[in-house]
């Protein structure tokens, strides 16, 4: 362990992450609190890191209130309809009630936004999404983190979070170790801000093989959001919640742009349009939720996979007729340009012109994330004004482990924030974050040297097992006294794709193969006490491996705890195949103790804050 030097950093506020969340939370860090010792770690690089790292053609959560274009209690009205009524609606409703000042921001900082010619707004791709040249978002962003940070740490994975030994529940920092120079580094922090994205490969992805990093999803995203909360015995919220999503076949292309913009539509390969067709068939599922507009993500997935299943696929997007318009062909290859440039070449390698081939549609494997139309994460304390006791102990987006505080992705239970929204939260948790500082809640903290260096032994322990186990390799990497992140993680994806409802079964799963599932988790878990590194690259694949796995299992707890299907397109339990309203209209919430690893689970009322309010004011 000696040659890896220790380095330790004591701050205010610890930023884990620098994404869109993570930048969000430096910067209003600052703004709070003026003389405080501020530190983001990100494990990439800020300039670059996270699901926005490539850019992005659409600003996804814009209310335009200036405009009297949408309202807070709008918003909230449509992120509970997509998520079939089960969302935080006092987080959500803070989150749009803040979000246009920072969309404001990013325009005074040099975001290129689009502008309605004749109106002068800004231009609308659809009712919550406006439009921007959006190639440079995230280094603009990190500018205004790097600005207001005493310091960023790029190339960091932290791994483990610190507790606090004089007080119980109480955070007390991070560790993690840099994937350069292979230090370890000792965070200690009076407030930590977890801000570190959704997983993906979790679920097997349909590209294996060299194609592997070829999903939706950031494919270094690795669910480091969750296990850190989940290790350290934090709740979290609607796991079960994952995403499927919808998109151009390969590429992964965003699909928004084309829908509302070019207006493009789809059809199944012989012309028809096969959402029609599923509509009995999912009202029996679902009853009156498919009647709801607009037609809830999941519901449009699930006409998607049906009619796949019956067998009239491929489904394709209808662009041919758009394409003619010389303007709209542009806009949509600009969509590509600015944000996922494969999609552009994987249609070049394929022959594909949009304007003469209709490309084809697929679904994907499910992600974990809670910003975008899903909202798995933890569960946090909402602000003062509006959450119900329940849903309030204290300091807005807390966890429940005192001074742990959460954003973006992170955040369970607040849907459809995306990437103004996530930057947006990360300011609110900041400021609640510093005003539990300014009240001294995080006095008397003691972290010993001890447990940082128990930790130490834990980060490293994969180099130490690859340098004594490759004696052993019997040939290529194979080798009986270890296994290699890749093995782990192809092993993990398989078992969460064919017993959790992934693409092997059509999402499909239920009670015995969750079972089973479980049990198959549990021995990987004890074989990843043997995972191998032989360099700090794969030092990092194996904690981003044993971070996957560690959300797996709750995952699998939460689809198993929810006896029904709330979201057939993102999953089927086939033993409840029907919506269960009169059981399961509530929220579902697990804790993993960390003394024993055993989850426990419970359900907790969903209140639907917004048309309550106003019914009350009404009568
Ligand atoms: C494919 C895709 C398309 C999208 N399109 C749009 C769109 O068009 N418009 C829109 O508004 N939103 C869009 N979104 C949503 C938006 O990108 C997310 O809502 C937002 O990025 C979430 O912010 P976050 O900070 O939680 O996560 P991220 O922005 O992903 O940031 C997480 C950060 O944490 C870092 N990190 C992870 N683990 C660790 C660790 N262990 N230690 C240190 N650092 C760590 C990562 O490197 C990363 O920088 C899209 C998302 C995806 C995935």
């Known amino acids: 362990m000696a040659k890896h030097k220790t380095h330790y950093e004591d701050c205010d506020v610890l930023v884990v992450g620098g994404g869109m969340a993570g930048t969000g939370a430096t910067f209003e860090a600052r703004h709070w609190g003026r003389d405080m010792k501020i530190i983001c770690v990100e494990k990439a690089n800020i300039d670059r890191s996270g699901a926005v790292a490539q850019g992005l053609y659409a600003i996804n959560c814009y209310m335009g209130m200036q405009w009297g274009e949408n309202q807070p209690e709008d918003h909230v009205r449509y992120a509970r309809n997509d998520l079939m009524g089960m969302v935080r609606e006092d987080l959500g409703y803070d989150m749009a009630r803040h979000v246009d000042s920072t969309v404001h921001m990013f325009d005074e900082w040099g975001l290129p936004m689009m502008k309605n010619e004749e109106t002068g707004r800004y231009l609308r791709e659809g009712k919550w999404q406006i439009m921007i040249h959006g190639e440079s978002y995230k280094p603009i962003v990190a500018e205004a983190a790097k600005k207001s940070a005493d310091k960023i740490y790029n190339r960091i994975m932290i791994t483990h979070l610190l507790m606090d030994e004089s007080q119980e529940n109480r955070v007390g920092g991070a560790v993690g170790f840099n994937m350069r120079t292979g230090d370890f580094h000792v965070f200690r922090a009076k407030a930590v801000i977890v801000a570190a994205g959704g997983a993906s490969h979790i679920f097997k992805p349909r590209a294996v093989g060299e194609g592997m990093g070829r999903t939706w999803y950031a494919p270094w995203s690795n669910g ?82 049906q009619e796949t299943m019956a067998g009239g696929g491929p489904i394709h997007m209808v662009t041919t007729e758009a394409f003619q318009d010389p303007h709209l062909e542009t806009v949509g290859w600009e969509n590509f340009l600015g944000m996922t440039v494969g999609q552009a070449v994987v249609w070049a390698s394929q022959n594909i012109d949009p304007k003469y081939t209709n490309p084809e549609l697929t679904t994907s494997e499910p992600y974990v994330m809670g910003s975008h139309a899903t909202c798995s994460g933890a569960w946090v304390s909402g602000p003062e004004d509006l959450s119900p006791p329940e849903y309030f102990w204290g300091y807005n987006r807390m966890l429940t482990i005192d001074g742990l505080f959460g954003a973006g992705d992170t955040v369970g239970g607040s849907a459809h924030k995306f990437s103004s929204g996530s930057f947006t939260e990360g300011r609110l948790a900041a400021k609640a974050a510093v005003k539990y500082i300014e009240d001294k809640k995080a006095e008397g903290l003691k972290v010993s040297d001890k447990q940082c260096e128990d930790f130490k032994t834990k980060v490293y322990k994969p180099l130490e097992t690859y340098t004594v186990a490759q004696n052993e390799i019997t040939g290529g990497t194979v080798s009986p006294s270890y296994i290699s992140p890749i093995q782990g993680l192809q092993r993990l994806q398989r078992i969460m794709d064919e017993y959790v409802g992934g693409i092997a079964t059509n999402y499909m799963t239920n009670a015995n193969m969750l079972k089973r599932g479980l049990e198959l988790l549990a021995w990987l878990e004890e074989d990843l006490e043997n995972v191998g590194a032989e360099d700090y690259h794969q030092l990092m694949r194996a904690w981003e491996l044993k971070h996957r796995a560690l959300t797996s299992q709750c995952v699998t707890e939460h689809t198993m705890f929810r006896e029904e299907t709330r979201w057939p397109g993102y999953y089927y339990r086939g033993d409840h195949m029907k919506l269960d309203d009169d059981n399961w209209h509530c929220l579902t919430v697990s804790r993993r103790d960390p003394k024993t690893g055993k989850f426990s689970m419970e359900k907790v009322p969903v209140y639907h804050i917004v048309d309550e309010n106003e019914k009350k004011k009404a009568s």
Request: hydrophobic residues 35%; glycine residues 8%; aromatic residues 14%.
């Open 224 to 305: 480091s959001a969750y296990a850190l909360p989940i290790a350290a015995g934090a709740k979290m919220t609607q796991m079960e919640n994952r995403i499927v999503l919808c998109r151009f076949k390969d590429g992964y292309g965003p699909v928004g742009a084309y829908f509302l913009h070019l207006k493009t539509y789809t059809q199944n390969a012989n012309g028809e349009n096969y959402e029609k067709k599923w509509y009995d068939q999912t009202k029996e599922l679902v009853g009156e939720y498919i009647d709801h507009h607009p037609t809830p993500t999941c519901l449009r997935n699930h006409a998607f996979i």
